[in-house]
Every structure is written in C-alpha cells, then in structure tokens.
DNA sequence: GCCAACGTTGGC
DNA sequence: GCCAACGTTGGC
C-alpha cells in the first residue's frame, strides 16, 4: 500500500532564495537547515509530498507558491564547506549531521500574506503560526492544507 | 532597528 | 542536569 503523502510548509527568505528563484531554476537543494527539529522534519519527507513555499523576513511575510519533494534526505554538502555561511566545523563525511531535500516548483501562486493566514479561523492551529514559533519547517495538516490551496488557487 | 521567543553552549 | 549567557529567527 502506498504511504500517505504529507504537507509542509518551508520557510525561505526571499533575499536568499525566493520563489521566483525556484521558478527559474526549477529544482533547488534545500540546503542550510541548521535546527534538529527542523532536520527531523526532513527526514520524515517522502518523494511527492508538498510544501508550501514561504516567504519570511519579507515585505510582506507569507505563502508564494507550491513546491514538492522530489527527493528525500540526504547530507546537507555545505556543512563540510568552511566558505559557507552554514559550515559547521562539528559535522564530517562520516557522521554528517545536517541533511537536505530536493524540492521542485509545483506553482507559483499569489500571495497569501501572513495577515491573512492568522485571520482565518480554519488556520489558527497551524503549527507556523502558534505563538513563538521560528521554526523553518513545519508540517501542515491535510484540512489546512486543502484550506489553503482552495484560497490560493479559487 | 527593536525585541520577544526560542535554541544552543558550556561552566559547574 | 541545571541554567546563565549568548545567538538566531522573524514579525513588526
């Protein structure tokens, strides 16, 4: 039996990669997640899962667009590179300890402003939005989701 | 630029 | 294992 496909909601800021960046290169590496909840999330995303691909630290913040994972979790390179801004001198080939997904664009959407995600009332238990939360990656349920892409897309 | 909230580090 | 100090995230 197939497994169940999963939602996400990805965080980006689009001064480092935005949408319209995934746009023209299709498919990304994922690459610089550097909290172990957030690595735990990866690691539980299976090929066709979708994510919402949003924008933080934007003007304004909120959802741009659909990606979905083409492939799953595998070592994060740029934590062996002592150049990058997410070198981290703890981890080594051998015991890796930051991973990665692909990601594809699924669609460009419009805007989905961060506003508007906290007025709804069928959103207020997203995980993203609870109080205090920061983390990059979050999972989203089936309900909110199909929520979501119905605003988005109708 | 500010700062609340949270995560990580490291001394003990 | 505790917790103070520090660093980061990300909305505003």
């Not at 735990?40 to 630290?57: G, I, Q």
């Not at 699924?106 to 920061?134: C, F, S």
Request: proline residues 6%; glycine residues 4%; charged residues 30%.
């Amino acid at each position: 039996m197939a497994s169940k496909r999963s939602y996400w909601l990805m965080k980006s800021e689009p001064e480092v990669f935005s949408i319209q960046a995934l746009r023209r290169d299709r498919q990304t590496h994922w690459e610089g997640v550097r909290n172990y909840q957030a690595r735990n999330h990866l690691r539980s995303m299976r090929v066709d899962d979708l994510v919402l691909f949003y924008h933080s630290n934007a003007e304004p913040p909120g959802v741009a667009g659909v990606a979905r994972v083409c492939r799953e979790a595998y070592p994060d390179d740029s934590q062996f590179d002592r150049k990058s801004p997410y070198y981290d001198p703890k981890a080594t080939r051998q015991t890796p300890r930051w991973m990665l997904v692909d990601v594809k664009l699924d669609r460009k959407t419009r805007l989905m402003p961060l506003e508007e995600m906290r007025a709804h009332k069928a959103l207020e238990k997203m995980v993203t939005l609870r109080r205090g939360n920061r983390l990059s990656i979050t999972p989203v349920t089936p309900a909110e989701w199909n929520f979501i892409v119905k605003k988005l897309d109708g």
